[in-house]
Structures are given as C-alpha cells and as structure tokens.
C-alpha cells in the first residue's frame, strides 16, 4: 500500500479501528496476558493502537539498560519493572530511573545489582514516593549506608535481602526504622545479621505478615519479640541452628495469628519443642519439619494438637510405623502431605493415614521404597480428590497398581511416576486423568508408542511431559502427544535414542513449546532443530548434548527464528567458531554450555563471547582459560557473566540398550 494513503487511511474516519474506545483496547491487552510477541503485534496495528498498548503497560523487563530511558519515555505508567537481567546497574542509573518514573514506580527488582550505593537509592527513595516492593537480593557489595538510603522509602511494604552478607544489624536497624509499613522482609544469608537486627525489625515493624531467617546466626533471643507481631503468618526459620527447643518453648507465650512455620534444617529441635510450639501457635495451616528428624508417637501426638493443620511436610524424616499410625487417628483432615525420602513408610502406616485424611489434595511419596501396590489401592480407593501425586522410585510397587489411578483419580492434574514399574497397559488407564497438565515418565523403560498414544488422544490440556530415557519410543509415541497436546509447553526426550527429525518437526506444531530437551538424542540432525527453530517462536531452554549430527547449519535458524532463548547447552556437537558467532544476534541468551566443541578456537570464542551481549554464566573446559585472553575474561565478568570451568574428560557416544540405562 502507498505510504501516503496509509497515512490518510489511519487519520479519517475510515481506519475501522477508530470506532474501538481506549476501555475497549485495555481488556484487548488484559487478554493478551504479557505475551510479547502478541503485545508486539497489537502495537504495530497502527499509531492509536501503539499509543494505546504504551499507555496499558504497567512491568517491563530490561534486556539492555541502554534502551531503558526511550522505553520509560514511551511506557510513561510502568508500576514494576525488573532488571533483574543486568547486574551492572549503577547509581547514575538508578538516578535516571527515578528522575522518569517517579510516583509512578511501585516495584523495582535490583536483584543482581551488585554495586549500587546510599546515592542511587536514596534517590530512588526519595523520588518514588510510591514504591512498595524492592528486590536487592545477590547485592553482595551492598553496605549498611546503601541500605539506610532505603530506609526514606516510607511505603515499603515488600523488601528483599538475600545474600546480602555486608548488611549487619546497623543496617537493618534503619530499615526498621524508616520502612514502618513493612508487610515483609527477606534476611536470608544476611550472615551479618544477629539477635539484634531481627529484634529491632520485629519491634518497629508491627505490620510484617512474612519473616524470612533462614541460615541467620540467632538464637532464641530474637523470638520474644517476633510474638508480639500481632499480624504475622509466615515464619521461616530454615538452617537457624541457633534455635532449639528451649527457642521453640518461647512461641508457647503466643503468636497465634501465624500460619506457616519453616524449621527445615534446624537440627537442634525435637519433639519437646514442639509440644511447646502447640501452645502458643496453635493455628498453623502448614508446618515443615527438619530432615531427618525423627517422627515418632510422641511427635504425631504434638503435631495433633494443630487443629487447623492442612500441609505437613515431613521430607527425609524418620518416620516409624507408629507415628503414622498416630497421624491416621487426628481429628484434623490434612490436604497436603509431603512423604519424600521417608524411609519408615510403610503400606501399613500409608493405610492408617489416608483411612482418615481422605481429603488429600497433594501427596508426595516420592522414594518410599518399601510401599507396594497395597499403598496404591489405599491412596487411590480413598483420596479420589488428589490433584497431584508424586511417587518416583516406588520401587515395590507393581505394574497393576497404575491401572488404578487412572480408574479413580480423576481430578489429577500433576503426576510423577519417574524409575516406575509402569508399562502400556497402566499409562492407558492414567490417560483417563483428562486434567493431567504434567506427566513425568522417566525411565519408565515398559513404555511404548502404544502408551504414549493413549496420553495423546485423551490429554489434551498436558503442558509438561517427561520421557527422559525412556528408550521404547520413538517418532510415532511423539508424533501422538504432539498432535493430540497443542498446549504443551516442556517435553523431555533426552537419551531416547530412536527420535529422528520426524519428532521435531510434529513438535513444531506445538507452538507454545518453550523448553525442549533432547540430550543424547544421537539421531537428531538440523534439520530437524530448523523445523523447532522456525515453528517454537517462544523457546527458551534447548538442551542439545551429544546430539553429534548438529553442526553451524542448526546455529543459523535458531539465530533467525529462536529470539526468546535464554538458555542453551551445545556441548559434544559439531558446532565450530561459525555456528557459534551466529548466536549473537539472540539478545535474550543468558547461559551457555559449551564443553567439548570439536570445532572451536580459542579466537572463535573469544569473539562470540564478546558479541552475545546478554551472557549471564558460560560453562567451559578448563583447557580455554589459558588460552583466552584476561582482558576478555575480565571484561565479561565486569558484565555481570560469570565462568565455571569444568575439567571432565571427553566422554564417546553411550550406547543405549534395553535392558538398562546408564546416567552420565
């Protein structure tokens, strides 16, 4: 079309998109649901359309901070933005930032902005009058003065602080201050931070909701006042091992409004301390207990007195036979369980358990390796409200018993049978699961094509499937879950040595596919990752290791069609300095793993590390860092890009077999 009658068109009343109000554009955009390419697309319409999509934008994002002052010009109302991608935010920036978006500005992640000043963020502070949530978690060179700056952000609700290791209590002592509205604070491996700090926060800040402690050097000393938060629910106190039972007996004063209580790796506590828990914080809905802990009757019985208990997690902990027992004779009804890695499990105590809580919505007994299929026929008979079961390496339990959840779990959404005696005739009946939207069938080596039709005619909203070494399928079994799954979003087929072309390019169809692993998929050429490339416009991982058949030629498509990678592992292909080079258009590439790529030079390299603006970590062989030059080295790491060198030796092709599978 001539320009100039475009131009006419889109200024008279004949341009039909005049007749939309802005009310009407803004729900077209709420639909759109932060689809960039979708947004792209609205945006290039015409000019009332991009006016409008810039007005709508509330978060963005950044890529590359050189672009961040015509973007905040032309989103002249973001409420939250994320720069969490750039490391190297500095003051000045920072200054910028706030000088543009001012009271506009509510949320801002700095969460690897590691060099940022008290003059940058009294800034922000001070011009953002407005803001309420602040990430700065990885801010490793951030002071006590950087964080007082913080401290003028009077409407601070939500502030982050992981692994800030130079805060000590001085610091947290003007956020307690300053920011008395805060609703929520993380203070996880502020190894800095004592007894003091998190009681001076607990004193000041009598609104918080949600206490993040975990690995802190405190002790029970910090607790009293933590009880006098009258509005606190969630209380994590993950590797504290300052806190023992005499701690725990402090909660028996109060804090009855708390919710949930993480004690995780706390390993100085034992049942007394929580009978005395039950005292004072007697309306937990969820509790996590430290692994390894030894649930025993005495345990159960304390845990009983938790009327309003709903999720129990008890993963690695020593659970007797008797303790479950106890568990079955509650009068509370528990909807999530957590049974990971317990070794005591039995189908006995698994039967008295879910005898009472049939209301069971989530169970997790992933390495119970003494159930059988007895435990199966109780889950399934009783607890037909699951949506999510996991049991990988249920090693007793037999191919039958799958034939059950699909008969009487209707509901399931979430499934893991991974290094499970599951075969065709079990993976039919869990096709019946017509809500499953993840489906984890690693090394389940019974599994066929017939199977996997089965999941592809009946499941049609799965998003996630895993089929990691399953080696009996081959490009029918895909073909099927690709045509009959048009929502699928993650598939695993890495080590099935019998997938070809064919698969990727049924899986191409599956355009909402953003994570595709196909390591030691030794078949696979570029040919087939081109049809991915080209059809998978919204790819982010691709893990291609010891695919040997891929070469410069698989590199070009993905430049050209694969803009949203961020993430990719090239390592054993025939990939050389050429193919390597053609991945610096991908603005979004983050990670990247490299390791014994036959064709690579030293100065090849070195170039394509430099022209992939965006690199955030490159896993190498040692033999290049030597060979690289340190200028390069140091530049990249000023970047933000940070370098693991791995030594492993060259490993050959692995021949896969039926009979067995072996894990490199």
Not at 319 to 335: D, P, Y
């Amino acid at each position: 079309m001539n320009p100039k009658l475009q131009k006419t068109m889109e200024n008279s009343s004949l341009n039909p998109f005049n007749v939309l109000s802005e009310e009407i554009l803004f729900s077209i955009l709420d639909c759109l649901d932060n689809d960039s390419l979708a947004l792209k697309s609205f945006s290039l319409v015409c000019k009332s359309f991009h006016l409008v999509e810039s007005r709508h934008r509330k978060s963005l994002k950044l890529l590359r901070p050189d672009l961040l002052p015509r973007l905040l010009h032309r989103y002249p109302f973001l409420s939250q933005l994320d720069l969490s991608l750039y490391p190297r935010v500095d003051d000045l920036l920072l200054k910028k930032l706030s000088s543009l978006t001012k009271s506009c500005l509510r949320s801002i992640n700095l969460s690897r902005s590691r060099f940022l000043s008290n003059s940058g963020l009294s800034s922000l502070a001070l011009n953002c009058s407005n803001l309420v949530e602040i990430d700065l978690s990885n801010a490793t060179e951030l002071t006590d003065t950087a964080v007082a700056a913080i401290s003028e952000a009077k409407n601070l609700e939500r502030l982050w602080l992981v692994r800030c290791k130079l805060v000590s209590d001085i610091g947290i002592g003007c956020i307690a201050v300053g920011c008395k509205k805060l609703k929520m604070i993380s203070l996880k491996w502020c190894l800095r931070i004592t007894n003091l700090g998190v009681g001076l926060i607990a004193m000041k800040c009598k609104e918080l909701r949600s206490l993040d402690l975990s690995f802190l050097p405190i002790s029970e000393k910090c607790l009293p006042p933590i009880l006098q938060l009258e509005h606190l629910e969630d209380l994590i106190l993950m590797g504290c091992l300052g806190i023992d039972d005499d701690g725990l007996a402090t909660l028996k004063e109060g804090c009855k409004s708390m919710r949930t209580l993480d004690l995780s790796n706390c390993q100085n506590i034992s049942h007394l301390g929580l009978s005395n828990l039950t005292r004072g914080a007697g309306f937990l809905y969820q509790i996590t207990l430290p692994y390894d802990f030894a649930v025993t009757v005495d345990v159960a019985k304390c845990l009983q007195s938790f009327m309003h208990l709903q999720c129990l997690k008890l993963d690695g902990c020593l659970v007797t036979c008797s303790a479950m027992m106890a568990i079955g004779n509650w009068c509370a009804s528990l909807k999530e369980l957590s049974l990971s890695k317990c070794s005591g499990v039995t189908d006995e105590g698994i039967s008295s358990v879910m005898k009472k809580h049939t209301e069971l919505t989530k169970l997790n007994i992933t390495c119970c390796r003494k159930i059988t299929g007895v435990s199966i026929d109780c889950i399934t008979s009783l607890c037909i409200s699951l949506t999510s079961l996991k049991m990988e390496s249920c090693d007793l339990v037999s191919k039958e018993a799958f034939v059950l959840i699909g008969q009487r779990c209707q509901f399931l959404e979430e499934l893991d049978v991974t290094d499970d005696d599951l075969d065709d005739e079990g993976l039919k009946s869990i096709s019946r699961c017509a809500k499953l939207t993840s489906l984890k069938l690693g090394i389940c080596l019974s599994i066929t094509d017939e199977g996997l039709t089965h999941v592809g005619m009946h499941c049609s909203g799965l998003r996630e499937i895993d089929l990691y070494r399953v080696i009996g399928i081959t490009d029918v079994g895909i073909a099927s879950i690709a045509h009959g799954c048009p929502s699928l979003e993650v598939i695993n087929v890495a080590y099935c040595d019998k997938i070809t072309d064919t698969s990727l390019m049924s899986l191409s169809k599956c355009s909402r596919l953003k994570a595709v692993e196909l390591r030691g998929c030794t078949c696979i050429t570029s040919e087939g990752i081109a049809a991915i490339a080209a059809g998978c416009r919204q790819l982010t991982i691709l893990d291609m290791k010891k695919c040997f058949k891929l070469n410069d030629s698989a590199m070009i498509p993905l430049a050209r069609y694969s803009q949203n990678l961020k993430q990719i592992n090239l390592s054993y292909c025939s990939v050389t300095d050429v193919g390597l080079l053609a991945l610096a258009s991908m603005s979004r590439l983050q990670n990247m793993t490299i390791l014994h790529l036959v064709g690579l030079t030293p100065n090849g390299l070195a170039a394509a590390l430099l022209a992939c603006g965006g690199l955030k970590k490159v896993k190498l062989h040692t033999s290049f860092k030597p060979l690289l030059p340190q200028l390069i080295l140091s530049h990249m790491e000023e970047r933000g890009c940070v370098f693991q060198w791995r030594d492993k030796p060259f490993q050959p092709q692995v021949e896969t077999h039926l009979t067995g599978w072996k894990l490199l």
